[in-house]
């Protein structure tokens, strides 16, 4: 009993950390400060709550809906998104080591109600900055190895996680530094690079 427990947990805590890494909070924190340059705390932070909460709600919808699309619309099975999900992860790790992109943004000059400042900032920073591609196709394949209900847990899990990076953004960045953060963000690019490599080695073994 116990046994089974310790496994679950461990399962439960394997998955979070894959998506926690695959969500990038330390890659994604520094443009999320640069694209809101010149905002109040309280507003960042609520800006940046509204932001995980709707990648949150894109996430679980996609896990819930993703595999009826993916058997009974596109007729393709698990190891095919497996190899194409790897393919996003290869190529989104390589974009993010060999080409670094830096966007910023200061809201204030332009005079936006915050009503409006979420509306035109949720997207694209919520999809396809925090969730993408690759990020909705690992947790489909997440799901069907360990079941629904283990992976919506894990994905709560993550999303608290982030929560509380984003929370306090601003001390994070202060504390730590830009660089250090740019650092923990490449370490994390290279573990998607491994993630997405082992989900098309694994897809191509089942189906050759």
Known sequence: MFAGIESQLYSLVLISVTILA???PFGNLPQFISMTDGLDTP???SLFRNILYVAFVIV???LLTGPFIMKYLFKIDLNHLRIAGGLILALVSVKGLLF???RHQTHKENNLSKSEL???SVIPMAFPMLVGPGTLSTVIILSEEHGNILTILAVILAFITMLVIFHFAASIERVLGKLALHVFSRIA???IMA???KMIIIGLKAIF
Do not use: D, M, P
Request: hydrophobic share 55%; glycine share 4%; aromatic share 10%.
């Open 60 to 62: 679980i919808l996609f």
């Open 43 to 45: 507003l960042r932070q």
């Open 118 to 120: 979420l509306n035109q």
């Open 189 to 191: 690019v290279v573990f």
């Open 195 to 197: 993630v997405g490599v």
């Open 100 to 102: 670094t992109t830096h």
């Open 22 to 24: 695959l969500l990038n």
